[in-house]
T-cell receptor, first 110, second 115 residues
C-alpha cells in the first residue's frame, strides 16, 4: 500500500506569519500532488495542485515539490484565523484513486 | 452548476439496520469515488465506480458493504447490519476523466451515526 505521511499537528502560528505544512510520499512514480483544506465538519476542498519540481504560487499559497526527496509542502503566507483548518496532502495511486495523508491541523491565532 | 450532491447529510441508524448513502456526481461526470473518514482520522479510499461498473473496490470492507452506480440515478453505498464502528463521515467525489491525477471534487458528505 502506498503511503502519504503528514504530521498531525496541531501547528500553531500567529496571524500574519508563514505556516509551513509538510508531506512525504512513498511512490517514486507519483507525478501529481494535491493539497486539500478541510474545515471542521465540512468536506475537503482542493486548494492546490502541483506536477513539476519547484514552486507553484497561487495567492497566499505556495506548493513546493521535490521528487528526489519525495517531499511536497504547502506554505501559507500572511496566515489568517480563517486559514485554521486541517490540510490534507493527496497523491494518486494507480491513477485511479487519491491516497490521502492523515492531515495536519493548522491553528492561526490572532 | 450543481456540484456533487450527497444525501442525506445526516443519517442515524440503530445497530443492525441498513444504511443507504446516495451520491449524484457533477453533471457530465461518470466516475465516482467513495471515501470514509473516521473521527479524527484521514480520508480512506473505499471504492471507485463508473456507470454500471466497479473499477476498484480494494478499500471496501469484505462484509456488509456494497456499492453500485447504475446507468440511471445516483451511486449508492449500502451498509448492511450497521455497527457502531461504521459511524463516520462518508464522502463521495466525482471526476470527468476518471484519472485521479486531475484531482476531483467532493460532495458535502453523509454523517452516519450508529446508535
Amino acid at each position: 500500500q502506498k503511503e502519504v505521511e503528514q504530521n498531525s499537528g496541531p501547528l500553531s502560528v500567529p496571524e500574519g506569519a508563514i505556516a509551513s505544512l509538510n508531506c512525504t510520499y512513498s511512490d517514486r512514480g507519483s507525478q501529481s500532488f494535491f493539497w486539500y483544506r478541510q474545515y471542521s465538519g465540512k468536506s475537503p476542498e482542493l486548494i492546490m495542485s502541483i506536477y513539476s519540481n519547484g514552486d507553484k504560487e497561487d495567492g497566499r499559497f505556495t506548493a513546493q515539490l521535490n521528487k528526489a526527496s519525495q517531499y511536497v509542502s504547502l506554505l501559507i503566507r500572511d496566515s489568517q484565523p480563517s486559514d485554521s483548518a486541517t490540510y490534507l496532502c493527496a497523491v494518486p495511486y494507480n491513477t485511479d484513486k487519491l491516497i490521502f495523508g492523515t492531515g495536519t491541523r493548522l491553528q492561526v491565532f490572532p | 452548476n450543481a456540484g456533487v450532491m450527497q444525501n442525506p447529510r445526516h443519517l442515524v441508524r440503530r445497530r443492525g439496520q441498513e444504511a443507504r448513502l446516495r451520491c449524484s456526481p457533477m453533471k457530465g461526470h461518470s466516475h465516482v469515488y467513495w471515501y470514509r473518514q473516521l473521527p479524527e482520522e484521514g480520508l480512506k479510499f473505499m471504492v471507485y465506480l463508473q456507470k454500471e461498473n466497479i473499477i476498484d473496490e480494494s478499500g471496501m470492507p469484505k462484509e456488509r458493504f456494497s456499492a453500485e452506480f447504475p446507468k440511471e440515478g445516483p451511486s449508492i453505498l449500502r451498509i448492511q447490519q450497521v455497527v457502531r464502528g461504521d459511524s463516520a463521515a462518508y464522502f463521495c467525489a466525482s471526476s470527468l476523466t476518471g484519472s485521479a491525477p486531475g484531482g476531483y471534487t467532493f460532495g458535502s458528505g453523509t454523517r452516519l451515526t450508529v446508535v
